[in-house]
């Protein structure tokens, strides 16, 4: 091939890249268009839609599903619960992580033994870790009980009673998710100059007003990516409250039930696909305010 | 004084590990007892066995199971790996019409929970015949929207100098990204591929709604699905769960380091 003229070519040379950029950019826009884009509108289409295997009969039904959403008491329960583990788990988690965090940061020897024991559980199945959780906090045979008669403390119910399956459910999310939150936090802290404290101590500072005045503003992104990461997880929770209490799932009398696993419910035990896709609005809905939310929270940034 | 807190703060942080640890270790153990001992509540295994392991291994697919997990996870990682470096670099590097706008669109599908995608994706899977396969198993997976993110990150602190360099000395474009541009973002490499393989390890709810049969299971359906018709065989359950489990935490012991800088360099950076 002739090279082209230099005024010629000056054109191409654009040309070119934007080519090459659409050659690099064609199969992911069109996993993108197809598998992530196209299937949330098509989640909005059927939530108008009666579901039936047969395609012919698949009756236009308006936003009934979506009045029907307004009688279900078991949504309610489920909207109920999900905001239950939700306002528990997410400050349980940022609490407990910080804190661990902030004794790590205290220390010097062992601090990576330690780091690496308390992430263990983030990187492990979560659908494995509830059944080895169903069998230590069994009422009769479990180990937790028998560790608490140690104590003299009585034998708990824990999953097999609705007042305190919610709670125990959120303990071992929060048990599982600890690690995530207190590696992020110990990062975190290491990012925070040292003489800020040194600057501040001159001037007299107490230990609480350290922590008070420059841990806790300059840790402010981080503890918001953190809640907002817990908040979602929280709000899809799924996995472990179904292997929780397999036979009885979302129970017991759907004290631990929760949005995700209704909607599971609704489309693949009742086969209400229409219903569950509106449900799965909802779902879209919450998910998507606390993320604007996020992202007013997070403009407010904390200068270095 | 000083001495005093700080053995109160291994005292804390001692006492936090054993209940972050100590699941692992009764899971273990309990996976080692007969039957007849598991309600006995003693620590020690008094006559420890491998009958629970070999059961599960032997009497149930789960080698195949496992081989699913891996199958689906490997692929899914390195498609991952692949088309997110190739759209980050496009979105870092190369200048087009219409940049922005695919960038917020695929920013935007971030939004969607994949509860709101995983019914039209049955029906999709039921309509062309995907479910119970491979394919129906990973392809929601096989590009990820945060690592786009990520790697765009990444590919923007590269100096555009130096791919220039490589233009220069006649390099295709795909050369460039392939022989320059990806072998030095390996750190976002790392961590995006040891996230994405965990996650699909790890992934319960997909899997459980498009696999039919017993052979197509991947570990976490398969063992949950096992323990299920177990009924109070708890130490099979146990070996079951060691089984998902243990390769995860060795796994997890060897590359700790690399795993927890990974959460630090995607979460604090992305």
């Known amino acids: 091939m002739k090279p082209p003229e230099p005024a010629q070519r000056r054109v191409s040379l654009a040309t070119r890249e934007a080519l090459w950029a659409f050659a690099f950019l064609a199969i992911p826009l069109a996993f993108f268009l197809f598998i992530r884009i196209w299937p949330a509108f098509q989640a909005l289409w059927l939530s108008l839609f009666d579901w039936h295997a047969d395609p012919s009969k698949r009756p236009f039904v308006g936003l009934e599903h979506y009045e029907q959403m307004l009688q279900d008491r078991l949504l309610l329960k489920a909207l109920q619960n999900t905001l239950a583990y939700t306002l528990l788990g997410v400050p349980l988690q940022l609490l407990l992580g910080l804190g661990i965090a902030l004794l790590l940061n205290a220390v010097t020897r062992f601090r990576d033994v330690f780091r690496a024991i308390y992430f263990a559980p983030y990187v492990t199945p979560a659908a494995a870790i509830a059944w080895v959780f169903s069998w230590m906090l069994s009422p009769n045979f479990g180990i937790v009980n028998e560790i608490l008669s ?69 840790l402010n992104p981080v503890m918001v990516f953190s809640a907002v990461i817990g908040t979602i997880g929280f709000l899809q929770l799924f996995t472990q409250v179904v292997n929780l209490n397999f036979t009885d799932q979302g129970g017991p009398l759907g004290s631990t039930l929760t949005l995700a696993l209704y909607i599971y419910q609704v489309a693949f035990a009742r086969f209400e696909l229409g219903y569950a896709a509106a449900i799965t609005v909802l779902l879209f809905v919450i998910i998507l305010s606390i993320t604007l939310v996020q992202l007013r929270l997070l403009s407010r940034r904390v200068e270095y | 004084m000083k001495r005093l807190s700080t053995f109160l703060i291994y005292a804390l942080l001692i006492l936090g590990s054993l209940v972050m640890f100590f699941p692992f270790v009764w899971m273990f153990l309990t996976s080692l007892k007969p039957f007849a001992e598991i309600f006995e509540l003693k620590v020690w295994p008094q006559a420890p066995t491998l009958d629970n392991y070999r059961e599960v291994l032997f009497k149930t697919q789960f080698p195949r199971w496992f081989l699913n997990s891996l199958i689906v996870a490997g692929i899914t990682t390195l498609s991952v790996l692949f088309f997110d470096s190739l759209v980050g670099y496009a979105l870092a590097k190369l200048r087009f019409p219409g940049k922005g706008l695919i960038f917020v669109l695929i920013l935007s599908t971030l939004m969607v929970p994949t509860e709101m995608l995983v019914i039209p994706w049955y029906v999709m899977s039921t309509e062309y015949g995907w479910s119970n396969t491979y394919w129906g198993l990973l392809f929601p997976g096989v590009i990820s929207a945060f690592g786009v993110f990520l790697m765009r990150q990444f590919f923007e602190t590269l100096p555009t100098d130096l791919l220039d360099a490589g233009r220069i000395d006649g390099l295709s474009e795909f050369g460039v990204f392939w022989r320059i541009a990806f072998p030095l973002v390996r750190p976002a490499l790392a961590a995006l591929g040891i996230f994405t393989f965990l996650g699909n390890w790890n992934a319960f709810l997909w899997p459980l709604i498009v696999v039919q049969t017993a052979d197509m299971r991947t570990i976490p359906v398969g063992v949950a699905l096992f323990s299920s018709e177990a009924g109070t065989a708890w130490n099979l359950i146990m070996a079951a769960s060691s089984l998902a489990v243990l390769p995860v935490l060795l796994v997890f012991l060897f590359f700790q380091r690399q795993i927890i800088e990974g959460v630090v360099l995607t979460g604090v950076k992305g």
Do not use: C
């Not at chain 1, 009673?161 to 802290?189: C, D, R, Y």
């Open chain 1, 150 to 218: 140690v104590f003299g403390i009585p034998p708990q119910p824990f999953l097999t009673k609705p007042s305190q399956a919610l709670a125990t459910v959120t303990m071992i999310v929060v048990w599982q998710n600890l690690g995530f939150q207190v590696v992020l936090f110990l990062a975190g802290l290491q990012n925070i100059p040292r003489d800020y404290y040194e600057a501040a101590r001159i001037d007299g500072a107490s230990n609480w007003q350290l922590f008070r005045h420059i841990t806790f503003p300059l």
